[in-house]
Structures are given as C-alpha cells and as structure tokens.
C-alpha cells in the first residue's frame, strides 16, 4: 500500500533556484497539507487543500505555492529559494478538512539550500 | 497566542513505563492527537482524544482534563524501538491543527 508518496526524498538548492516537491496519495483524501519541521519547532503548516480546485494559506506560506490539480495530488514549489527554507518537508493527507481523524505522513523530502 | 508544551527529551529504562505530559493553551478545543515519530521518518497516529479520561490502546495510553488544558501519554512495559519522538498537537476551535515540538524519548536498556 503506497499511501502517500513524496519526491525528491532529498535534494541540494542554489539559493535563488526554484523546486518543485512532488506529492501523491492514492487514499482518495480529500484534504492534503504541506508542513515544515524544523528542530525544537513544531510541524508548521504552509499551505493545505480540502478539496481538488481550492487551496488554502497556512501558518508559513511565504515563499511557497501549490496547486491542486486533481485528489491525487498536490505539488509545493518554492520559486525562489532561500536558505531559511531549508527544512524537512512533510506532505499529509485526511479524510476531510477537518482532523478529527487521522492524518496520514509521507517519508519526507529533506531541502538544503545554499 | 497558541502554545503547546512538552518536555524537550525525557530517558527511561527498558520494561519500565514512561509518562510524557502536554500542555496546552490554544483558542477553543476539537480534540487532542497524539503521533510517534523515529528518527529520520514520517510521523505516525497513535491516539485521538476528545473527551475527558483515559484511552487505552495495548501498551500506550493518553488521558485527557480539557478543564486543564493537560494530556499524557503513558508507554507501558517498554521497549527499545519506543525510543522515537511523541508529538502533541491539539485542534483549535477553527479546526486548526497546532502541534508541539515533540518529546524525545529515549530508551536505554
């Protein structure tokens, strides 16, 4: 069962340089977010989408866009990197908007920007 | 503001059990989760509560007073692949999610 997948799982950035990190989840979600962890911080929320054609703002959406083309997936790019984003990228998935239930993680894309 | 607090790190020995506590002050309350995290790895769901009280699920259990804004999740009998992040996060009345930055759980033998 693939769940959610994400790539790159790792990747290096010249700052100034844009990416694109892929996510897919073949759960038929609704809903999917994009988080950042961070050490000693919590996960923060960039931006989500509770259904295909919307997308929301999160906590930290400066410097990043997504889209939501289709339920499957829902790709994050930073257009022009800098090296306070380097992070760990967590994509997720839930039912509906709303988390009372679970929300499912992928592996994780690791940036470094330079 | 909204804040969630948990211990930065906590050791305990193998076999023994483990209480890791969570604070928190957000605006309103939808529930509360509780997710394991190894090393290097994607977070995982261990327990969701939305009322008062205690959920038992096998070795781990998380209890919780919304009067006091206080959960934990009690690790019984534990074992060395327990060692893992515990991340806290609560949902606010705006059905946002906030989490905590995690416990780090170690296990020694």
């Known amino acids: 069962t693939a769940g959610i997948t994400q790539a790159p799982t790792s990747q290096i950035l010249a700052a100034g340089r844009s990416m694109t990190l892929r996510c897919t989840q073949d759960m038929r979600h609704n809903a999917m977010y994009w988080y950042r962890q961070d050490l000693g911080l919590g996960l923060r929320l960039i931006h989500y989408?509770?259904?295909?054609?919307?997308?929301g703002k999160g906590e930290v959406p400066d410097g990043y866009s997504v889209s939501r083309a289709n339920t499957d997936d829902f790709p994050l790019t930073l257009a022009s990197a800098v090296p306070s984003q380097t992070s760990v990228y967590f994509c997720?998935?839930?039912?509906?908007?709303?988390?009372?239930?679970?929300?499912?993680f992928g592996e994780g894309s690791r940036l470094t920007v330079l | 503001g909204q804040n969630i607090d948990q211990p930065t790190e906590m050791t305990a020995t193998e076999g023994a059990i483990v209480q890791i506590n969570c604070t928190y002050q957000t605006s309103g309350f939808n529930g509360l989760f509780w997710y394991q995290q190894h090393a290097g790895e994607a977070p995982t769901f261990l327990s969701y509560?939305?009322l008062d009280g205690l959920e038992e699920k096998g070795r781990f259990s998380s209890f919780l007073s919304r009067s006091k804004g206080y959960s934990y999740l009690l690790l019984k009998e534990l074992q060395m692949k327990d060692s893992a992040s515990y991340l806290c996060a609560v949902i606010n009345s705006n059905y946002q999610l906030i989490w905590g930055a995690g416990t780090k759980l170690i296990i020694k033998p």
């Open positions: 989408s509770n259904t295909a054609g919307t997308t």
């Open positions: 997720a998935s839930s039912v509906e908007l709303a988390p009372t239930g679970e929300l499912f």
């Open positions: 509560n939305v």
